[in-house]
C-alpha cells in the first residue's frame, strides 16, 4: 500500500459560536452529530486511472481523491488519510454477511472510494455519487462510510464552471469527491434543509469547486470538542433525517447501529 500526497492537519481549532450559519450534520440524536474518533480516518483510493491525462494535470482519479483530503485537512479540523487501495472488499451485503457492520457499508473501519455501476444492485438514476456512512447510534462514533462513484456519467477533472459535450455534462471528480468527503466528516446538504448558500456540500453539483465558508465553520463545529458529538445551540442548529437501528453483537458489548445513504446529484 503506497502513502500519498496526505497533509499534516493544522492546530485543532474550537468553534464556541457561529453568527451566521446554514450547515447540517448527520445527526445520531437531536443536536448531535456524528463523528469520527479521534478526529481522524482512513480511506482507500481504488479509482485508478482514465489512461489519459485529465484536464487540470493528473495522470489518476486517485490523484483527485487525494487532493480533494488535502482541502478538508488543511480546515483543521479532521485529519483524512487516502491512501492507494491494494486489497478491494466489497461493502455491498447485508449487516453480519462477511462482516458487514452495517447493510452495504462493509467491514469495521473499512472505507474504500471506488468506481460502480450500480448502488448494491439499485441503479444510481440521478446520483453520481454516494456515501454510505454506518455509525454507533448510542456514541455518534461513525464506523465506516464507503464512497459508491457512479461510472455510468462522464468524467475528468478541472476547476472552474461545469464543462458539458454534446449537452451533457462532464463532472468534475475533485470537487464530487470534496463533496463526498465531507459526508464522511459528517457533514449534511444545507440545501435540503431549506438553506440558501454557498457550499460544496449542497446537494446538486454546481460551478463551486473548493471548500466556502459554511463548509469549513460545519467540519470545525462538529469536531470542536474532544468528543466530537455535541454541538450547542450557538453553533449550528442540526436536523437530519435518521437512519434505522439494529442491534449486533460485538466482544465488548452491544451497540446500535445506523446506517444513511448521502447523494450527490446531477447538476
Known amino acids: 500500500m503506497i502513502r500519498k500526497l496526505i497533509l499534516v492537519s493544522a492546530t485543532f481549532v474550537v468553534l464556541h459560536a457561529v453568527a451566521a450559519h446554514a450547515f447540517f450534520c448527520i445527526e445520531w440524536r437531536q443536536g448531535s452529530c456524528v463523528y469520527w474518533p479521534d478526529s481522524r480516518t482512513t480511506m482507500l483510493a481504488f479509482l485508478g486511472s482514465p489512461g489519459t491525462s485529465l484536464i487540470n494535470g493528473t495522470q489518476t482519479w486517485d490523484e483527485n481523491a487525494f487532493a480533494a483530503a488535502n482541502d478538508w485537512n488543511a480546515v483543521g479540523a479532521i485529519q483524512f488519510t487516502v491512501d492507494n487501495g491494494d486489497n478491494f472488499l466489497d461493502p455491498c451485503g447485508a449487516q453480519n454477511h462477511q462482516s458487514h457492520i452495517c447493510d452495504n457499508t462493509g467491514a469495521l473501519g473499512d472505507n474504500p472510494i471506488f468506481f460502480a455501476s450500480t448502488f448494491c444492485g439499485n441503479a444510481f438514476g440521478d446520483v453520481i455519487e454516494l456515501t454510505n456512512n454506518c455509525w454507533d447510534s448510542v456514541s455518534g462514533r461513525m464506523l465506516n462510510a464507503p464512497v ?110 445506523a446506517c444513511q445513504r448521502r447523494r450527490l446529484r446531477r447538476a
Request: glycine share 10%; with cysteine; net charge neutral.
Open 148 to 257: 459508491f462513484v457512479n461510472a455510468n456519467v462522464l468524467w475528468n477533472a478541472y476547476d472552474g464552471p461545469l464543462r458539458f459535450s454534446n449537452g451533457q455534462p462532464i463532472y468534475d471528480a475533485r470537487r464530487v469527491l470534496l463533496h463526498e468527503l465531507g459526508h464522511v466528516l459528517g457533514l449534511d446538504h444545507p440545501d435540503a434543509h431549506a438553506q440558501t448558500v454557498q457550499a460544496i456540500m449542497n446537494s446538486r453539483v454546481s460551478n463551486i469547486d473548493r471548500l466556502q465558508a459554511d463548509d469549513i465553520n460545519g467540519a470545525r463545529a462538529i469536531y470542536a470538542s474532544a468528543s466530537g458529538s455535541t454541538i450547542g445551540t450557538s453553533g449550528c442548529q442540526v436536523r437530519a433525517r435518521r437512519g434505522g437501528g439494529a442491534v449486533l453483537p460485538l466482544l465488548l458489548g452491544w451497540i446500535i447501529l
